[in-house]
């Protein structure tokens, strides 16, 4: 698809560019409306749905041909935009479970488990896959097809399957009727030591995940 037909009202819905920045922009667009928390209950299965499924878009650019920009340096998309306020209420929305532990590479041995928390890895992904929309958008469709294509290898892929195995496992927890041993753990802003990570989990999974989901205090 050309970039001069890009907003046309006929667009394909099988070309593969309008494909990608469908599945992105609802991505964008869920994760936003779950985090504003008015159905907490439901927001760790919708979250695993939305992750799950920006994945498959992730798998498609990945398993594409390398997609080359139009121009040699990349067109000003603009200012970023704040991700702060989403941040916070994915936090407050997320807090019994927020933090979680995570190997950044599979295959570099002897690596120690860090901390992290899928507030932060969810409005990492937002913020790359907000930028290429914005080339989207703006007509650069090859652009934003790079983007998404080099972000999801540096950065925005690992990430989302760091949280898409974090957030199975609180459902796996739940449905399985396995609750986590309360642990006192470390949290992400102190210093981290070479022994083995204590997991933070905030209040962690015991009496509070007993309700629908786990993310409001047992009574």
């Not at 878009?57 to 040699?72: N, S």
């Not at 790359?128 to 080099?150: C, I, K, P, S, V």
């Not at 399985?176 to 309360?182: C, V």
């Amino acid at each position: 698809m050309s970039d001069a037909t890009l907003h046309a009202t006929e667009q394909n819905p099988d070309d593969f560019a309008v494909q990608i920045a469908d599945q992105v922009e609802s991505f964008l667009v869920a994760v936003t409306e779950i985090a504003k928390g008015d159905e907490p209950e439901s927001a760790v299965p919708f979250l695993l749905l939305e992750v799950s499924q920006i994945l498959l878009a992730g798998g498609r650019l990945g398993a594409h041909e390398d997609i080359l920009p139009d121009e040699r340096y990349e067109p000003d998309s603009g200012p970023e935009p704040d991700v702060d306020e989403l941040r916070e209420n994915l936090a407050r929305l997320l807090d019994p479970v927020d933090v979680y532990s995570e190997v950044f590479d599979p295959y570099e041995p002897r690596k120690a488990p860090v901390p992290a928390r899928i507030s932060d890895d969810l409005t990492d992904v937002i913020t790359d896959l907000r930028h290429g929309m914005a080339h989207y958008r703006a007509g650069r469709t090859t652009e934003a097809l790079w983007w998404w294509q080099f972000s999801y290898f540096s950065n925005w892929g690992s990430t989302a399957s760091a949280t898409l195995r974090a957030l199975q496992s609180v459902l796996a927890h739940v449905r399985l009727n396995q609750p986590l041993a309360e642990l006192d753990g470390l949290d992400t802003d102190q210093a981290m030591g070479d022994d083995t990570l204590e997991i933070e989990a905030g209040r962690v999974m015991v009496e509070e995940i007993a309700e629908p989901l786990g993310l409001r205090p047992a009574k």
